[in-house]
């Protein structure tokens, strides 16, 4: 496989680069670019993007030392960011989600925050309304699911939560998991109608009926460890059917290992049958896993982007920088464009972390060590 394949650019041109410190997420709302930063004492950077050749940075969050808020979303004048416990130190911060009044980007104000015990909400996504958040709570082991309703933005109201089968240690349960094992833990929810999709770190994928949100009801279950060794990073519906089946696309994370393996890649499931969620196809780079062996942690894959349109898909493939998957055969999805970022400094390669798009098309690429790129693409219009 040609070097070029693992480096450079195809189909893919540079507008601009953020040097903005490492990012665990990016999301745009109107012109409005929002940077979630890895670690403190950096939160959250706003920035105008009207002119993408030269955005503007805006406004920055700091957060204290012990605390991360690497993951943000933002829209109807809300922006919403975790607060995760990261290393020791200002206990008194306390894990939870900020909300923000962001009408003015310039001007974030506090509205309030969603306290928590634990260490604190991990990743989430929200509609404007309804935030889907993985939360935590004493009592419980791990993160789960949980929706707050936001129509009254200061004072949030928890109208959902839900548990995998021994999570609720106050309750009695227990995990049935061999030992060793690790904790179940939500890592994210993401809602198609009144279906909620969970990834569940190693230990797969649930599908729920949320139709009635005082109670929420298992649909499938899936679990591809320890068969495969990486954990179920994200769990994202297809909205339109691809050739009259729907589909579901399922990101592995290349961390946590449960044993030295290959990158990890994405799994492309038929969800036409709900109830039996049904391999149809994986991605992977080309050229990136020759033989099956064992290669360091971020290599593979990350995260696809949560916005996209039709069946051109951008990721976020860690080392490997920004792959564009084509799924139209969602039975053969294959690569159609990438760019693979030059390192960070005092980096040996990048590491690619989120991607994400805005209504002109343009793409969003953040590296979790530094940086940011702004890249556009004739494959995304």
Same mark, same amino acid.
């Given at each position: 496989?040609?070097?070029?394949?693992?480096?450079?650019?195809?189909?893919?041109?540079?507008?601009?680069?953020?040097?903005?410190?490492?990012?665990?997420? @990016?999301?745009?709302?109107?012109?409005?670019?929002?940077?979630?930063? %890895?670690?403190?004492?950096?939160?959250?950077?706003?920035?105008?993007?009207?002119?993408?050749?030269?955005?503007?940075? $805006?406004?920055?969050?700091?957060?204290?030392?012990?605390?991360?808020?690497?993951?943000?979303?933002?829209?109807?004048?809300?922006?919403?960011?975790?607060?995760?416990?990261?290393?020791?130190?200002?206990?008194?911060? &306390?894990? &939870?989600?900020?909300?923000?009044?962001?009408?003015?980007?310039?001007?974030?104000?506090?509205?309030?925050?969603?306290? %928590?015990?634990?260490?604190?909400?991990?990743?989430?996504? *929200?509609?404007?309304?309804?935030?889907?958040?993985?939360?935590?709570?004493?009592?419980?082991?791990?993160?789960?699911?949980?929706?707050?309703?936001?129509?009254?933005? !200061?004072?949030?109201?928890?109208?959902?939560? =839900?548990?995998?089968?021994?999570?609720?240690?106050?309750?009695?349960?227990?995990?049935?998991?061999?030992?060793? =094992?690790?904790?179940?833990?939500?890592?994210?929810?993401?809602? $198609?109608?009144?279906?909620?999709?969970?990834?569940?770190?190693?230990?797969?994928?649930?599908? $729920?009926?949320?139709?009635?949100?005082?109670?929420?009801?298992?649909?499938?279950?899936?679990?591809?460890?320890?068969? *495969?060794?990486?954990?179920?990073?994200?769990?994202?519906?297809?909205?339109?059917?691809?050739?009259?089946?729907?589909?579901?696309? @399922? !990101?592995?994370?290349?961390?946590?290992?449960?044993?030295?393996?290959?990158?990890? *890649?994405? =799994? /492309?499931?038929?969800?036409?049958?709900?109830?039996?969620?049904?391999?149809?196809?994986?991605?992977?780079?080309?050229?990136?896993?020759?033989?099956?062996?064992?290669?360091?942690?971020?290599?593979?894959?990350?995260?696809?982007?949560?916005? *996209?349109?039709?069946?051109?898909?951008?990721?976020?493939?860690?080392?490997?920088?920004?792959?564009? @998957?084509? /799924?139209?055969?969602?039975?053969?999805?294959?690569?159609?464009?990438?760019?693979?970022?030059?390192? !960070?400094? &005092?980096?040996?390669?990048?590491?690619?972390?989120?991607?994400?798009?805005?209504?002109?098309?343009?793409?969003?690429?953040?590296?979790?060590?530094?940086?940011?790129?702004?890249?556009?693409?004739?494959?995304?219009?």
């Amino acid at each position: 496989m040609p070097e070029s394949v693992l480096s450079g650019s195809r189909n893919v041109s540079l507008l601009s680069h953020l040097d903005l410190p490492g990012g665990g997420q @990016v999301w745009v709302d109107g012109t409005t670019l929002y940077v979630a930063h %890895m670690r403190p004492p950096h939160g959250t950077t706003v920035v105008d993007i009207a002119d993408p050749r030269n955005p503007r940075v $805006l406004h920055h969050i700091p957060i204290p030392a012990g605390w991360h808020s690497h993951k943000v979303r933002a829209a109807n004048g809300l922006m919403l960011v975790n607060h995760e416990k990261f290393g020791p130190g200002n206990e008194e911060f &306390g894990a &939870g989600m900020m909300i923000y009044d962001v009408r003015d980007p310039a001007n974030p104000r506090e509205l309030t925050k969603v306290a %928590m015990s634990g260490k604190g909400v991990h990743r989430f996504t *929200f509609d404007g309304t309804l935030a889907y958040v993985s939360a935590t709570e004493a009592g419980y082991v791990g993160n789960f699911p949980a929706v707050l309703d936001l129509s009254d933005p !200061a004072r949030p109201r928890e109208i959902m939560r =839900w548990w995998a089968p021994g999570q609720h240690a106050a309750g009695g349960e227990r995990d049935d998991m061999p030992e060793g =094992w690790p904790t179940p833990r939500c890592h994210h929810p993401m809602r $198609l109608g009144d279906r909620l999709y969970l990834s569940y770190w190693h230990h797969g994928m649930w599908t $729920l009926d949320i139709s009635d949100m005082a109670n929420p009801r298992p649909v499938a279950h899936v679990n591809t460890s320890a068969a *495969f060794p990486h954990p179920t990073h994200t769990c994202m519906p297809v909205p339109e059917p691809v050739k009259g089946r729907r589909i579901l696309i @399922v !990101a592995d994370e290349d961390v946590a290992k449960l044993y030295p393996a290959a990158p990890s *890649f994405l =799994w /492309f499931y038929d969800i036409t049958d709900e109830t039996n969620p049904t391999v149809i196809s994986t991605f992977q780079v080309p050229g990136l896993d020759l033989d099956g062996s064992p290669q360091p942690a971020m290599t593979g894959c990350h995260q696809p982007s949560e916005a *996209f349109r039709g069946t051109v898909l951008p990721c976020a493939w860690f080392a490997m920088g920004l792959r564009i @998957v084509d /799924f139209s055969d969602p039975f053969a999805p294959r690569e159609v464009g990438h760019h693979v970022p030059a390192p !960070a400094p &005092g980096a040996d390669r990048a590491s690619s972390n989120d991607v994400t798009i805005d209504d002109r098309g343009l793409i969003y690429l953040v590296d979790r060590v530094a940086g940011v790129q702004i890249l556009e693409s004739p494959l995304i219009r």
